[in-house]
T-cell receptor
Framework: DAGVIQSPRHEVTEMGQEVTLRCKPI?????LFWYRQTMMRGLELLIY????????DSGMPEDRFSAKMPNASFSTLKIQPSEPRDSAVYFC???????????FGPGTRLTVT | SQQGEEDPQALSIQEGENATMNCSYK?????LQWYRQNSGRGLVHLIL?????REKHSGRLRVTLDTSKKSSSLLITASRAADTASYFC????????????FGIGTKLQVIP
């Protein structure tokens, strides 16, 4: 298996633009997580899906952030409009089942100028 | 606030020495996991210890869990320069849905 795939790997955009990050989890995994990592805040859980259903989105910073999982093999994290403080590395992770370890993607480094 | 908190936040040792990192948490857990992150990369799972286990080994890694003190430790024996990375603990909480929470990490530097 190729592991968790994220795209793009790097994104540079201007403030106010819409940003869409994509994730393909490992086939057969039923949980998917989106995280944001910054020097100041460390690794923050943004949203958690189980069987394509959002279970916990309490970590989504504000309404500018939205996430979808239309099927078991694809998820998106959208920021609209983007702001400089959204600059971070965004990770997607998937998990085979509850109580198992998570498998992380390589991350998307987002820079908002 | 983060559930798991690693201690120390930074650790610098000589190659060949042992490195010990600690993790404390606040609420009941189903399991605790340790991950490693090399600079610029995603996290990689190292080892998982369940709440009914007290110690687990994997190669040069040894993990202990004390549920009465709500703490865990990760020991890396005979460290190598390649062990230089950040190490995170993650707690899989009991009750409700199993939310996994990561700590802020320990940055380990192994000097050749």
């Amino acid at each position: 298996d190729a592991g968790v795939i994220q795209s793009p790997r790097h994104e540079v955009t201007e403030m106010g633009q819409e940003v869409t990050l994509r994730c393909k989890p490992i086939s057969g995994h039923n949980s998917l997580f989106w995280y944001r990592q910054t020097m100041m805040r460390g690794l923050e859980l943004l949203i958690y899906f189980n069987n394509n259903v959002p279970i916990d989105d309490s970590g989504m910073p504000e309404d500018r952030f939205s996430a979808k999982m239309p099927n078991a093999s694809f998820s998106t994290l959208k920021i609209q409009p983007s702001e400089p403080r959204d600059s971070a590395v965004y990770f997607c992770a998937s998990r085979p089942g509850t109580g198992d370890e998570q498998y992380f993607g390589p991350g998307t480094r987002l820079t908002v100028t | 606030s983060q559930q798991g908190e690693e201690d120390p936040q930074a650790l610098s040792i000589q190659e060949g020495e042992n490195a010990t990192m600690n993790c404390s948490y606040k609420t009941s857990i189903n399991n605790l996991q340790w991950y490693r992150q090399n600079s610029g990369r995603g996290l990689v799972h190292l080892i998982l210890i369940r709440s009914n286990e007290r110690e687990k080994h994997s190669g040069r890694l040894r993990v202990t869990l004390d549920t009465s003190k709500k703490s865990s430790s990760l020991l890396i024996t005979a460290s190598r320069a390649a062990d230089t990375a950040s190490y995170f603990c993650a707690t899989d909480h009991s009750g409700g849905y199993q939310k996994v929470t990561f700590g802020i990490g320990t940055k380990l530097q192994v000097i050749p």
